[in-house]
């Protein structure tokens, strides 16, 4: 057995260090993967250290073949910190992917490898020369940055990350837009207050419950059976894309590739501010609007054709009392401004209380999401306007590896050049909401 995971793991190096695989190629790649995923198994099943032959999905361990778990973290939490200080990653991102490393269960490190290879200074150096050049800047590469290309190539491939085409380059770490995500929460609040979890999966499963039961129990008497019903949702990473033409003339004379990461982070925070609120869940993640609102013991319908201080009252108390210390109201500023209006007793202060940052209702936080429907129209079926809840019940999932793709030459519609280059980046994100019971949703029906 250790001896052909031994001839395994040699093939899989040499096919790494091919830039493009043919199809037999491929297809053996993809055998290999499966044995080795295999040969892993029956390790694993033995008792034997599956650190020292090969990972799941097949990455290959380090060059002594022996580097575990933790030996991976520490690596890519040093990575993380060398990028913070050399590559002006800012540190609300270094946090963030800190605290995936420490937190997340992930027994390949295949987190801890991406960190650790997309942050190469030589990987960074080979992404600008070949930006600034699509064409030839990889035959200015030195034999580090060629070597660090390599790595991140046959990474890519073996995670399954992105696309194997000869215009995909995976965006260094220092420009991911997965790892620089904005978290002011000022465009997308919902990015600020749920649970989000940076991963190197496809699809991330969880385990939710409603909560054990306890019991008292007379002595030496055999306990009741108190077993929680426990859940497993799955949330799946979607893909996003984001085109930018740009003329010949604005690429010769600017740095896109110090930019282009801000550039695509902002492009990738507009998109999905509308998908973690009113998403559908097929081909996009589902919003936490859409979640709630399917589930009938989550929403409180109104008859009313104003917002009133009684539905902002029954809101709060139909969320269960587990989620309430927690919980946080959200809604359109239209919504806002008109609880504004509404005293709390008759010629009494408004039942927002502004003199707090964010603004308070019935002593919950109140923060603005303009997603959220802000009108309250006669004879509509459904207006969805006012949504409280334990905002960590919803979660965001970002798979890390951007593919960033560029089309040499733009064309009109007769078929003549343009001027223009394109730059065609694609992530993948999910989100969902674990347990919807953690969420009130007031609806004005007709």
Known sequence: MRARAIEVDKELRRLMRFDELTAPQEQSWQSLKEEAAAIGRTILEHDWRAGSLIVERGVPSDESGTRSTNESRSRALAAVERASKEQGVPDHASERVTHALEHTADPQSRLAHYIVEAS?????????????????????WNTAEVDAYRRVKGLARAMSLGTTTAGGFLLPYALDPQILVNNTGSVDPMRQVSSVRLTALNEQRFVTSAGVTASWDPEAQEVSDDSPTLAQPAITAFKGQAFVPVSLELFEDSDLSSQIGGLFADAKTQLESAAFTLGSGSAEPKGVITAVAAVAGSVVTSAGSALAIADVVANQNALPPRWRSNARFQANLSMINAARQIPMYANGPSIVNDSTTPPRCFGWELAENSRIDGTIAAGSTHDYVWLSGDFRQYQITDRVGTMLEV?????????????????????????????????RLTDYSS
Do not use: C, K
């Not at 030589?122 to 600034?132: D, E, P």
């Not at 040499?408 to 993948?428: D, I, K, V, Y």
């Open 407 to 439: 089309i040499q030459t733009l064309f009109g519609s007769n078929g003549r050049p343009t001027g223009q280059r394109g730059f065609h980046m694609h992530w993948r994100t999910g989100g969902d909401v674990l347990i919807p019971d953690a969420f």
């Open 120 to 140: 190469d200074a030589n990987y960074l150096s080979a992404f600008r020369s070949w930006l600034g050049d699509p064409a030839h800047g990889h035959r200015e």
